[in-house]
Every structure is written in C-alpha cells, then in structure tokens.
C-alpha cells in the first residue's frame, strides 16, 4: 500500500505565530485532502486539493504531486486552531489513506 | 440535512460479546467507508463500498464485518470483541469517483471500548 508520512509530529505555537505542516507520500495519488480534527474529536475537511495552491482565511494548502508533498498554512494563528491536522490521500479510486498527524496546540 | 450519523455514540463491550455499529448517509454518496483511530494515531481503513451490494477490505479487516444493501446504511459488524478492537470508529461517504472535488464526509465518530 502507499505510505503517508506527516511532519512535525506536534508543534506548540504562540498565538499569532505562522506554521508550516508537510504530509509526504510515497506513490502517485488521484487526490489529497486536508483535515482538523477539534479536541472533540470531529474531522472538518479542510483543503480538497490534488495538485496546485488553495488558500482559506487564514489557512492555505499547496500541493506538488509530481514531488510527492503537501504543505498546509497555517498563518496567525489561535487557539482554536489547536487539534490534529490529517492528510489523507485518494489511492486506488476511492480509498483514502490517512498520515499520523500533526498535534497543534497554539497557547494564548 | 443529517450528512453522516452514527449509532451509538459510546459503547462499552466485554470480551466475546458481538455488535454493531450503524452508519446512515443522506447525500446519495456511492462510496461509504468505516476506519477505526486509536489513541495518538491516524486512522486507519478497515472496509469500504463502492455501492449497495459490494465491499472490500481496507488495510485492518480482521475481526469485522460489512454489509451494503441500500446506498444510505453501511453497518460493521464486530464478532467476538476483543480489547484490541478498543479504537473509536468513524464512518465516511464521499460521491462517485470523478465528481464534484471527491470531497470525503465523516461521521462523529463512535467510542467503543472492550473490557
């Protein structure tokens, strides 16, 4: 199966600061998205976004599918952006694969 | 509109015992899938739909079972529970392949513990 790797692993930011989250995988992908999961436990999709620059709000995505990689923005940060970001990749039509996460916890 | 639900939210199971979770999608999504997330971790596939009457093992089956006999519900079944199967398991539907951005929609997840 395709592997997806998601780096840093856990990140603590100050409020206002910008981060950069990565999600590498390991084979060709027909697509990729962008989740955050709250401290409660629910998925939001962020970002659909198989190749190419998404931006919303604050939150932008890049992805380049020919080197593999997708980077997620996160810019001003706050307190209610701390969860799990998840990448999760289309493999196979229609089987998404999901990294391990980043943890963020943005303190005020 | 209701999106994906399902039941029941939080669930305690001793070991041997069998259920069932019950998801439900109101969008007409041919695609339905079950993962299960333990602790720290991404989640992982256990089964999935392509449509009413067809399924297929995702990367961790074993110990569960699936079936698809109308495009809204997609049960998983979990014979002879055992602690390792203590995860919490969401649900998910995304549209036929192809469509509008293929956007994949979870449920809020069930809490299944085995003792």
């Known amino acids: 199966g395709i592997q997806v790797e998601q780096s840093p692993p856990d990140l603590i930011l100050q409020e206002g600061a910008n981060s950069t989250l990565r999600c590498n995988f390991s084979?060709?992908?027909?697509?990729l998205q962008w989740f955050h999961q709250n401290p409660w436990g629910q998925l939001i999709n962020l970002f659909y976004?198989?190749?190419g620059t998404k931006q919303n709000g604050r939150l932008s995505a890049t992805t380049v599918a020919t080197e593999r990689y997708s980077l997620l923005y996160i810019s001003s940060s706050q307190t209610t952006d701390s969860g799990v970001y998840f990448c999760?990749?289309?493999?196979?039509?229609?089987?998404?694969?999901f990294g391990s996460g980043t943890k963020l916890n943005v303190k005020p | 509109n209701a999106g994906v639900t399902q039941t029941p939210k939080f669930r305690i199971l001793k070991i041997g015992q069998s259920m069932t979770l019950q998801c439900a999608q109101d969008m007409n999504h041919n695609y339905m899938y079950w993962y299960r997330q333990d602790p720290g971790m991404g989640l992982k596939l256990i089964y999935y739909s392509v449509g009413a009457g067809i399924t297929d093992k995702g990367e961790v089956p074993n110990g569960y079972n699936v079936s698809r006999s109308t495009t809204e519900d997609f049960p998983l079944r979990l014979e002879l529970a055992a602690p390792s199967q203590t995860s919490v398991y969401f649900c998910?539907?995304?549209?036929?392949?192809?469509?509008?951005?293929?956007?994949?929609?979870f449920g809020e997840g069930s809490w299944l513990t085995v003792v």
């Open positions: 084979d060709s992908v027909n697509n």
């Open positions: 976004i198989p190749s």
């Open positions: 999760a990749v289309e493999y196979n039509f229609n089987k998404f694969y």
């Open positions: 998910a539907s995304s549209p036929f392949w192809g469509g509008s951005g293929n956007t994949i929609y």
